[in-house]
């Protein structure tokens, strides 16, 4: 049997790694070309295909600068400790822009790698906004990344998309930030809401990095949570690592442990939650799903603990797309994305994350008439309302952040002949409309 989980895992390892090695030149550039026309239009809802030739309004005059690429950049982390994250990034926003034209002019991707560092993205941010004059920035998705890029992004008046959660507080008083992503209040709320109203949990032990991300999720958990009446008994905040067990026997008794740990760290978190008990006495409410508790980590972990793996069965935690979902663009989506996934259909919101945002921005480009200026691309990107993988999108009066559904996702098991287990998500319940600021 252990060679079985092994078996899986190399799979899982191998994917990440021809994806790594491929994109690790530093920066590639793709140019697409369309097939299926479609047309978009401000403040009406449209189902954008993942594949999509998007027709902009006829202008009065045509030069050949109209079939000239539309450049868009990509930051990412390519190398790094996020690596493993930024692989599967890539391979949704590379998916996304198959294909893809803006009226007459195919779009190009120039993408740079950020290292895992934010020096490194402000100078990829750089690049490509005054050496390859770039339309637009998708990523980067470190939370300080973020911030620092966002800032440049404001002085030179150069959209920024981000399709990751982000904090309201990267996005505020920004108005060239447009976070299709969300933010980190609206899938931790509707966890805490889960947590106390369905599961009918009424004390808990948080443990997080003490970090900008960490907190961006544990705060306003914690205070959802103790506004309904629940009771956090302790809060731990370690550093980002491998080595947790003090922490984890420092642990207070509860309902439940409530964390978040991305990439190796949840790995490590997670394996040694599992070697000392802990999950017989109190079960894991994730604050987030990405690098925590995503099919790929708890693959990883049967690796070498397959009779731990199969513990974490059951474990919940709020994501923003649904894998069960009917909605022709999600339906669209996996059909495009599995045929280039080697373990299956895809399991978490890696990949449909950058194609919700590329989407919304190829509904938003369509509408724009003329060249893709800053400001009349950002008004059109604060207009646009259409429905993604993850569902339905749109930006609220006033807000730099969409509001979107959320669901609450647990861990399953699927048993494979002559493979084993494959580890899974499951929707569990949706939330719908939940406002950037997340529930009240």
């Not at 790694?17 to 047309?39: D, F, I, K, S």
């Not at 450049?71 to 590379?94: Q, R």
């Not at 032990?205 to 914690?222: E, H, R």
């Not at 550093?239 to 409530?258: I, K, Q, W």
Request: glycine letters at 10%; one cysteine or more.
């Amino acid at each position: 049997m252990k060679k079985r989980y092994a078996f899986v895992g190399l799979i899982v390892l191998l994917f990440m790694v021809v994806l790594t090695v491929v994109a690790c030149g530093g920066t590639t550039t793709t140019t697409t070309a369309a097939t299926t026309p479609t047309t978009a239009a401000p403040s009406t809802e449209t189902t954008a295909p993942a594949s999509t030739e998007t027709t902009a309004p006829a202008t009065t005059e045509t030069t050949a600068a109209s079939t000239e690429p539309i450049k868009v950049g990509h930051i990412v982390d390519l190398t790094g400790f996020e690596a493993n994250v930024g692989s599967t990034f890539k391979a949704g926003f590379d998916y996304a822009f198959t294909n893809a034209k803006i009226g007459s002019r195919p779009v190009e991707v120039i993408e740079v790698d950020s290292k895992s560092d934010t020096a490194a993205a402000v100078d990829a941010a750089k690049r490509l906004v005054e050496q390859d004059k770039v339309s637009a920035i998708f990523g980067p998705t470190q939370i300080g990344q973020k911030t620092a890029v966002a800032e440049y992004c404001k002085s030179v008046g150069v959209p920024l998309i981000l399709y990751n959660p982000t904090p309201l507080d990267a996005v505020k008083d920004n108005p060239w930030v447009f976070a299709f992503g969300g933010t980190p209040n609206q899938t931790a709320t509707v966890s805490a809401d889960y947590a106390f109203t369905a599961l009918g949990y009424k004390t808990v032990t948080m443990i997080t990095t003490d970090d900008t991300a960490g907190k961006s999720w544990a705060d306003p958990w914690k205070a959802k949570f103790e506004a309904l009446g629940g009771k956090v008994v302790q809060q731990q905040w370690t550093p980002f690592g491998d080595d947790y067990t003090s922490y984890l026997t420092a642990m207070d008794e509860a309902d439940a442990v409530v964390a978040w740990f991305g990439g190796s760290a949840g790995i490590a978190f997670l394996s040694q939650y599992l070697e000392l008990g802990i999950d017989k006495k109190m079960p894991i409410i994730a604050l987030y799903h990405g690098g925590f508790t995503d099919p790929w980590l708890i693959n990883t972990i049967a690796e070498n603990n397959a009779d731990g793996a199969k513990r974490l069965v059951g474990t919940i935690a709020p994501m923003m797309w649904d894998p069960s979902s009917k909605d022709q663009a999600s339906v669209d989506f996996v059909n495009g994305m599995t045929p280039l996934l080697p373990y299956g259909p895809p399991g978490d919101a890696g990949y449909s994350c950058t194609v919700q945002a590329v989407q919304g921005f190829l509904a938003a480009a369509a509408t724009v008439q003329g060249e893709l200026t800053g400001d009349a691309l950002g008004k059109a990107l604060l207009a646009v309302k259409f429905t993604g993988p993850e569902g339905p999108e749109f930006f609220a009066a006033g807000d730099q952040a969409a509001t979107k559904n959320i669901y609450i996702m647990k861990v399953i098991g699927i048993d494979i002949p002559n493979k084993g287990t494959i580890y899974k998500y499951a929707t569990v319940q949706a939330y719908e409309a939940v406002p950037p600021t997340g529930l009240k």
